[in-house]
């Protein structure tokens, strides 16, 4: 059935809303015109709501997160609780988590919780305006003086996300108005000393994306001016100066990612957003500098960004090691933000082809197949240690990873601002509702098995001119085939743009989109040293690993795999909620008895071993430890 009102759909909860932004080339589609039935994202969503949420908020309650609020408020006795100064924030994400998913199809579990916590939430505001149970009694005088590291202006980002999802979805003010009376207090407090304010930006930016949102849901343009001098006070040493807060340069000149990871993608999202909203040239370029630098030179096969666990930074050109690889949950999820951002803004299918690698692989290895354990770190090799954990001390990555998924319906399809015309970023089986700019109401239906197959069918419900975009993702590298009710089109559609499908359309029409999808192997930049002579296995926008679990009986570090190998494909409908398993035929070297007992010694002309053939499996990455502990391998010695 179709949403039964115009609120349902153009006028929808959308998670980040260009649609008056004057410089945005597309406009999100509403989350709830969009309505996944796969069985790929729509049971991991399931779990998200029916687990992962109620999961989380115990944790929340646990941990003494909630409380919090609770003695800010007066209504209990003792000390702050937790490890670290901004826990608010984790309360903030999973408030956004739990507003995203609270209309699919409405849960008056949801709703309790959250009501609860926002009611704990506005009771422990303060008169004028502030917001942080940290900061509460005996710190009072400590608010403000060191922006650097305690993280208030970074939960006040936060809570104004929630405050906004929370309205959008709800029609509810009980929040929002918590939200705008922080940012009333903070743009009233942070600005140039001539205006009376204090200077200042925040250690850890996230508040740049807020405060352009809520200058989005308000109109008031005063949160859009304070989230460009947040912006554009980087670079003068008002948080250190240095590259780990992204203060060592002016953002309009920064050409290299470097720094904290998550910061720095935030920094660039929240920059985006204001592109989007008022052009500047300068910031246009450091942008776009910035998203290409850290794709060509800075990102991991998964998506993953973050090379360093030494301040969970980027790393050098190249520097992607693998078992000490950082790429931190909540570093991917940025990413997947920034490259939204830049989607929406020019509609350029580089950003999808990133957002899709990196929601696949380096977002979803991040959470456990039950939905209740997480990684913070996410390396490509490992020798059975590294295992996800409940919770953290530092729970950033847990409730970051609710709030994407209960919104990633919204990142499906874009419109055009000025045209009929609907870009399919993702594909997977549902269909959706979506408003045009004429008026019109196009309902899409998409039949499919992605990504485990490469088919898509898409049939369009609508009468006259209509413009579909399909996206040929980037690792389609044999081309793909377009039909259209049935008819071939001869010629092969290759990555790099949506191939547009623009005519006179009538009800029922059906378009096949072919992709191809078979294993392959992919390799590095032979300047990623830890990678030469190495190869990595993709299947459609999946990475894969091989686990001990599925190879016992050797070691994975001294496999060699044929370059041109022929691998089998399997579905196991019971194996890691149902995946399909690669395998072929490899090789195993072990090293000879010559290297007994020893780490080095003088190049010999020749050394004889004896390898054995076996075969080898592998699985998809997201899906790793999630079974008995062992060592597990993204690269193989290649031959």
Not at 465 to 480: N, Q, S, Y
Request: glycine share 8%; aromatic share 10%.
């Amino acid at each position: 059935m179709p949403p039964d009102s115009k609120e349902n759909t153009q006028c929808g909860p959308i998670v980040v809303d260009t649609s008056n932004s004057p410089h945005a080339y597309l406009r999100p589609v509403p989350i709830t015109s969009v309505r996944l039935a796969d069985a790929f994202w729509q049971p991991r969503r399931v779990i998200n709501r029916e687990v992962t949420l109620a999961a989380q908020y115990r944790h929340l309650e646990e941990t003494g997160r909630i409380d919090n609020f609770r003695r800010a408020s007066g209504k209990k006795d003792g000390p702050f609780q937790g490890l670290y100064s901004f826990n608010d924030s984790d309360v903030y994400k999973w408030l956004e988590a739990a507003c995203w998913a609270l209309p699919d199809p409405p849960d008056p579990s949801i709703f309790r919780m959250l009501s609860d916590t926002i009611s704990e939430i506005a009771d422990a505001q303060t008169p004028d305006g502030y917001l942080n149970t940290y900061f509460t009694f005996e710190r009072e005088a400590e608010r403000w003086t060191n922006l650097k590291d305690k993280h208030e202006l970074y939960c006040a980002g936060h809570l104004i996300q929630a405050a906004v999802a929370h309205h959008r979805v709800t029609g509810s003010s009980s929040l929002l108005n918590v939200a705008r009376r922080f940012a009333d207090h903070i743009c009233a407090t942070f600005g140039p000393e001539e205006e009376g304010k204090l200077p200042g930006t925040p250690g850890h930016p996230e508040i740049e994306m807020a405060l352009v949102e809520l200058y989005r849901e308000t109109s008031d343009s005063k949160y859009l001016r304070q989230a460009k001098y947040f912006v554009g006070s980087r670079g003068y040493g008002l948080v250190g100066g240095g590259e780990y807060h992204q203060d060592h340069e002016p953002f309009d000149g920064q050409v290299r990612m470097t720094g904290h990871a998550v910061r720095h993608v935030y920094l660039c999202a929240g920059a985006a957003d204001i592109l989007i909203e008022s052009s500047d040239p300068l910031l246009i370029n450091a942008v776009s500098h910035l998203w290409e630098d850290m794709t060509q030179k800075q990102l991991y096969v998964s998506g993953g960004i973050g090379s360093r666990h030494d301040g969970e930074s980027f790393g050098r050109d190249y520097e992607l090691p693998n078992e000490r690889a950082y790429a931190e949950t909540c570093a991917a999820i940025g990413s997947v933000m920034w490259s939204w951002r830049m989607l929406q803004q020019f509609g350029q299918v580089q950003y999808a082809d990133v957002m899709e690698r990196t929601l696949y692989n380096a977002v979803l290895s991040g959470l456990s197949l039950d939905g209740q354990r997480y990684f913070y770190e996410n390396p490509l090799s490992d020798d059975g240690t590294h295992r996800r954990q409940p919770w953290f001390g530092c729970a950033c990555c847990p409730p970051n990873i609710a709030r994407l998924l209960s919104s990633l319906a919204g990142y499906f399809y874009s419109v055009d601002k000025k045209k009929p015309v609907v870009h399919a970023h993702l594909y997977a089986e549902g269909e959706a509702y979506i408003d045009l700019p004429d008026g019109r109401t196009a309902h899409i239906v998409q039949h499919t098995e992605y990504p485990w197959g490469g088919i898509v069918e898409l049939t369009v419900n609508i009468e006259g001119h209509f413009g579909l975009g399909l996206r040929v993702p980037g690792w389609c590298e044999e081309g793909a085939q377009i039909l259209i009710n049935g008819n071939a089109d001869p010629d092969p559609y290759f990555p790099g743009d949506y191939v547009f499908e623009n005519e006179r359309w009538r009800p029922g029409t059906r378009i096949m989109l072919i992709l191809p999808m078979r294993a392959r192997l992919v390799e590095c930049h032979p300047h990623v040293v830890e990678n030469v002579g190495r190869v990595a296995l993709m299947r459609g926008p999946l990475l894969y690993c091989f686990e001990e679990m599925d190879n016992p009986g050797f070691d994975l570090r001294d496999v060699v795999v044929d370059k041109a190998s022929s691998w089998r494909e399997e579905y196991r409908a019971n194996l890691l909620g149902g995946v399909i398993k690669l395998s072929t035929h490899a090789t195993v070297l072990p090293p000879s008895e010559a290297w007994q007992d020893r780490l080095y010694r003088t190049v010999a002309a020749s050394d004889t071993r004896e390898s054995f053939e076996v075969e080898l499996t592998a699985i998809p990455y997201y899906a790793w430890a999630n079974r008995t502990p062992g060592r597990m391998a993204v690269w193989m010695r290649g031959a």
